[in-house]
């Protein structure tokens, strides 16, 4: 099928208000973290905005873009709160709009979804209630500060009028201020800001309306929405109808149908375990509530562009937004109109380069995308001055990124894999529950490398010999790492397996098992094996398990090992392994464990890299990447390959 036929809807213009966007594919505000400290945008920013306005998308907006200094959420976000941005942000608005996309800013107040720390000031909200998250006292707004806020939407939608924005979104989703006021969730108030819906909504249509007499008649509005909270007492579906309603009478423009708040925070930005397009049935009950009288953007992990096509089809919704997919892939929606769909580097869920990055106040990129917020740091279609010979060890994740981009460099590469399929850690980690999109990865990696002329040799260990015949200029040594054995008395039984041989189906794996080790690893093989119906007990020395996984991942694997009945025991210290019997130490003395048919090792990793020494000593120039060097995640792996090829 032709690919415009394909994607007719998704591809087809739509107006919002008086603004024309070139087809329905809407990049969603994402905070970034690359703004300056006091919120000016950087190079950086107009770099990373530039290159997905290139790629084809119809519409970005920018991130939540606070309106006061005391709505401030993170470090190095950008603000909108004095004149001074304006400059700044008009340069952006000129870069996005060489390339024909339009650009929205979203207007925003943390309220009490912040720190302090963050603004230097006292944190406020609707009602004195700590964010279950943030967990610091926020101060009551009083009515006159209320209006204070409202008078600050006000301004900052002149500032982005000024600065050249297509349009305004204002934020009120995701359990900052305006969705804080509009909640019982998380306002207690009394006065005529609370209590009864019709108090509730009265601060968050004040700041429309003041956006409204800013911007003018012709301006497009949009608004963002949590259709549900996903808490106990907070919204629900059959409120945000009701409030969909209220926003088109006053005037809005377009809604944009998101989810959650920072206690349920796994539905902001769902990690791979939420399906995908978790929130087009609410988009089609608002759209449905309000007549289709304005057009309604949904997001909530939608990456694939036929589900998007899809949704558009059925009139669930007009628009729909592809976030973490334009960070891991910018080019997005140009390889859409192309037709080369097999082409796209798809957004895993994994949440390792953005949110997780996110939620420990560091600037955000992509696992899949060593790009993703380096933009202005490397010319990938530029080719090295100098080609050389490059030999690469190892055919996972580093290896791969390695041996693609030093081919795209212009490099002669030869890659060497001592198993028979490429992809190495990648095939074992997409094998438990809800991972298998990490095969989207590794299908990308291995196919790029695959057409662009490599010599590929699988199946072949490369050994001190192998490179002096190859005779390379420089070796990249990406051979990863292997579990850790343990020195526990009886660890050499054979009903002690790792759980790399478990998950590669390697072994046979009786019915009560005793998995040692509760990290990321551990706990992923116990629930692949609950579901397999095995009687599973996890044993971890440190006080708490999952402690290496990302926070919106790991509040959903503990909650399915607590469903799925696997027993946790921490500070726990296994003394011996002997014959159906685990015995362990722990601050209550000994125990056992009996009658466990296998034990399964997964207590970390160590690297494999014996060929260093060898190849240093050939004096032939050699780096080592990812676990090689120090057993750590996929991104390291990834981006150090990238890095290192580039610089070759």
Do not use: W
Not at 97 to 124: C, D, E, F, N, W
Not at 285 to 294: D, R
Not at 427 to 434: D, E, K, M, T, W
């Amino acid at each position: 099928m032709n690919s415009s036929l394909e994607f007719e809807k998704l591809l087809e213009p739509i107006q919002i208000g008086p603004m024309k966007l070139r087809n329905r594919i809407v990049m969603p505000p994402m905070v970034t973290n690359y703004a300056a400290a006091d919120g000016a945008v950087t190079e950086r920013f107009k770099a990373y905005h530039q290159a997905r306005a290139k790629g084809g998308v119809g519409l970005i907006i920018v991130e939540a873009t606070y309106v006061h200094p005391s709505g401030k959420g993170f470090q190095n976000q950008v603000g909108i709160y004095k004149d001074e941005l304006i400059s700044g942000l008009r340069e952006l608005t000129e870069t996005v709009h060489k390339y024909g996309a339009k650009i929205a800013v979203q207007l925003y107040h943390a309220g009490r979804q912040t720190t302090s720390k963050v603004t230097g000031m006292k944190v406020v909200a609707p009602s004195p209630i700590p964010c279950p998250v943030k967990q610091e006292m926020p101060k009551e707004l009083s009515v006159d500060e209320i209006k204070e806020l409202v008078e600050a939407f006000g301004q900052a939608a002149r500032r982005a009028k000024e600065a050249g924005f297509d349009a305004i979104e204002i934020h009120g989703a995701h359990g900052y201020l305006l969705n804080q006021f509009l909640s019982p969730y998380s306002n207690k108030r009394t006065d005529e800001y609370g209590g009864s819906f019709e108090n509730r909504i009265r601060f968050p249509l004040e700041v429309v309306r003041r956006v409204r007499e800013e911007v003018g008649g012709d301006f497009p509005i949009i608004y963002r929405m949590s259709a549900e909270e996903y808490v106990p007492g907070g919204l629900t579906i059959e409120d945000t109808k009701i409030f969909a309603q209220k926003l088109v009478e006053a005037g809005v423009n377009a809604l944009h149908i998101s989810g959650g708040v920072y206690e349920s925070s796994a539905m902001i930005i769902q990690p791979a375990a939420i399906p995908q397009g978790c929130f087009v049935e609410n988009a089609a009950a608002i759209k449905k509530a309000i007549n289709s009288k304005i057009p309604v953007i949904v997001v909530g992990r939608i990456k694939d562009p036929l589900m998007a096509e899809q949704i558009i089809r059925e009139g669930k919704a007009d628009l729909v937004s592809i976030g973490r997919a334009l960070l891991a892939d910018p080019d997005l929606p140009r390889k859409v109109s192309e037709g080369k769909i097999q082409e796209i580097r798809k957004c895993i869920g994994c949440n390792q380069g953005c949110i997780d990055r996110l939620f420990q106040d560091l600037d955000i990129t992509c696992i899949a995308n060593a790009l993703t917020g380096h933009e202005t740091e490397f010319d990938i279609e530029n080719p090295a001055e100098e080609k050389k010979k490059v030999l690469i060890v190892g055919g996972g994740p580093g290896g791969l990124e390695a041996a693609r981009v030093a081919a795209l460099r212009g490099h002669e590469v030869v890659l060497y894999e001592k198993q028979t399929d490429l992809g190495g850690q990648m095939l074992i980690a997409a094998v438990p529950p809800y991972k298998g999109e990490i095969n989207d990865l590794a299908n990308y990696l291995i196919n790029q490398v695959e057409k662009s002329g490599i010599a590929i040799v699988k199946g072949k260990e490369a050994d001190i010999k192998t490179i002096q015949e190859v005779k390379p200029d420089v070796v990249i040594l990406a051979t990863g790492s292997e579990p850790i054995i343990p020195e526990i008395p009886g660890a050499n039984q054979k009903n002690v397996v790792t759980a790399h041989d478990v998950l590669k189906n390697a072994v046979i794996v009786g019915k009560k098992v005793v998995i040692i080790g509760g990290g990321l690893v551990g706990c992923e093989t116990a629930e692949f094996l609950a579901d397999q119906d095995k009687e599973v007990t996890v044993v971890e020395m440190l006080d708490d398990i999952a402690m290496d996984v990302g926070a919106l991942t790991r509040v959903l694997l503990l909650n399915r090992m607590a469903e799925k009945k696997i027993t946790v025991l921490t500070k726990s210290k296994v003394r011996e392994i002997s014959g159906d019997k685990v015995i362990m130490e722990s601050k209550s003395g000994t125990q056992e464990i009996t009658g466990i048919d296998t034990v399964v090792m997964a207590v970390g990793s160590k690297p494999k890299n014996d060929l260093l020494k060898s190849i240093e000593e050939e004096n032939i120039p050699v780096y080592a990447i990812g676990d090689c060097v120090k057993p750590r995640k996929f991104i390291d792996a990834i981006h150090e390959g990238f890095r290192i090829a580039y610089n070759l």
